[in-house]
């Protein structure tokens, strides 16, 4: 299963996330996964990150992270089906992978080939019947005054945005904290619901 959120910077997004990936757990699906994809290169992503996982320490849950902060594919490998798993995010995905390498990011084959890495990936674990949820972020909704390289990254996020919506089973917009459900109706919906009195 594969259930997609996204919202805006600061909407609640991974706090909801996190709830809503606990509510999966059951006798056969017992272990959580937090694949973290953001790497610390100030002191302010420095905090966000202390942040979550302070969150998730408070959750009472146990939360077992990965780093992978470029090629999702490379852990596939390690994935069962007794696991959920919680990728945040994609929007830093996506920028670790297209401007690791100066200036690729302005080659249409490279950015084609990030589109299709990441889709394969999440095409492959939701065929392996694992439980992921995949956090993003909205950025189209600004201004149109950005840089030749920030288009080419904002029109990336839109296209996988386009993909993903697509093959998930359930889609989420959170926005200030409320979670909207725009696509599907996952199997722990109402019981997320229930527990969190939406």
Not at 30 to 37: C, D, F, Q
Not at 38 to 52: L, V
Request: proline residues 2%; aromatic residues 10%.
């Amino acid at each position: 299963m594969l259930v997609f959120i996204t919202g805006g910077v600061r909407s609640g997004k991974s706090a909801f996330a996190e709830r809503l990936a606990s509510s999966f757990l059951t006798s056969d699906r017992n272990k959580l996964i937090y694949v973290a994809t953001s790497k610390i290169y100030d002191s302010e992503m420095k905090m966000r990150i202390e942040k979550h996982q302070e969150d998730r320490g408070r959750s009472g849950l146990e939360w077992e992270t990965w780093e992978q902060s470029t090629q999702l594919e490379h852990i596939l490998p390690n994935f069962r089906e007794h696991h959920v798993v919680l990728v945040d995010c994609l929007t830093t995905l996506v920028a670790n992978e297209l401007f690791f390498e100066i200036d690729m990011w302005n080659d249409p084959e490279y950015r084609q080939k990030i589109f299709k890495r990441i889709s394969s990936f999440l095409t492959e674990v939701k065929k392996n019947n694992v439980t992921i949820l995949l956090v993003s972020n909205e950025l189209l909704n600004g201004g149109t005054s950005y840089d030749a390289a920030t288009l080419s990254y904002m029109k990336l996020i839109g296209l996988l945005h386009q993909k993903i919506v697509e093959i998930a089973n359930a889609v989420y917009l959170v926005e200030a904290g409320i979670p909207l459900r725009l696509k599907g109706r996952d199997e722990n919906e109402r019981n997320y619901a229930s527990r969190y009195k939406l």
